[in-house]
Structures are given as structure tokens and as C-alpha cells.
């Protein structure tokens, strides 16, 4: 079964630091286009940051630019989302997507054929 898991969602106060990982099972995550989603109550559903199977170029949306970074360790089957500076306004539930399909951050989210993983909530908060 192919599958996606997050984990390292939880509470940090404004200006800590999170780093979130998904991880595959049944599939191997090297020839996948990876991306971060997040949604929020009340909010549109945004693409935060993904990276590419082919070069390992990435893409960072301009809410968390400088914040955000995005990395995949193949050996470990593994992408992560490193966050820092947290603000309040990143509280939302963060999503792992993968796709085999040539893709980029604004359209990965589209793809019908995607794999989702569960999410994990972050919430930032003093």
C-alpha cells in the first residue's frame, strides 16, 4: 500500500522553530515531484514549498520564503520541511503530496493521481 506519513506537527510560540517529515512506505520517494501544503480554517488550500525528482531544484512560497526550507534524504525515503521564525499566521494543518507525474508547486495540489498523506497540525501561539 502506497502511503504517506507526517509527523512533527505540535505548539511553538512565534519565532520558534518546527521541522516536519514525511515519510513513504510502498513506494520509493526518488522519482517523485514532493510538495508541503498547508489549509487553515476559512483559508485556501497553498502550496508552501516542494522539490523536484529530477535536479532537486526547489520552491518556496513568498509567505515563507527565508522561513521555509524544504529538503528529501532518498536514504531515508524521507522529505522534511524545516520551520523557522514561526508566526501565528502558519498555524494551519500541514499536508505531504507526491506525485510521478512532471509537476510544479502549482499544480501538484491538482493532480488527481497525487498521493496525500494525513496532515499534522501546527499551531503557533503564545
Known amino acids: 500500500q502506497l502511503q504517506l506519513v507526517e509527523s512533527g506537527g505540535g505548539l511553538v510560540q512565534p519565532g520558534g522553530s518546527l521541522r516536519l517529515s514525511c515519510a513513504a512506505s510502498?513506494?520509493?520517494?526518488?522519482?517523485?515531484?514532493i510538495g508541503w501544503f498547508r489549509q487553515a480554517p476559512g483559508k485556501e488550500r497553498e502550496g508552501v514549498s516542494c522539490?523536484?525528482?529530477?535536479?532537486?531544484?526547489?520552491y518556496d512560497a513568498d509567505s515563507v520564503k527565508g522561513r521555509f526550507t524544504i529538503s528529501r534524504d532518498n536514504a531515508k525515503n524521507t522529505v522534511y520541511l524545516q520551520m523557522n521564525g514561526l508566526k501565528p499566521e502558519d498555524t494551519a494543518v500541514y499536508y505531504c503530496?507526491?506525485?510521478?507525474?512532471?509537476?510544479?508547486?502549482?499544480?501538484?495540489?491538482?493532480?488527481?493521481?497525487?498521493?496525500w498523506g494525513q496532515g499534522t497540525q501546527v499551531t503557533v501561539s503564545s
Open positions: 503530496v507526491a506525485s510521478d507525474l512532471p509537476s510544479d508547486c502549482g499544480t501538484l495540489g491538482s493532480i488527481s493521481t497525487a498521493l
Open positions: 510502498g513506494f520509493t520517494l526518488d522519482y517523485y515531484f
Open positions: 522539490i523536484s525528482s529530477s535536479d532537486g531544484s526547489t
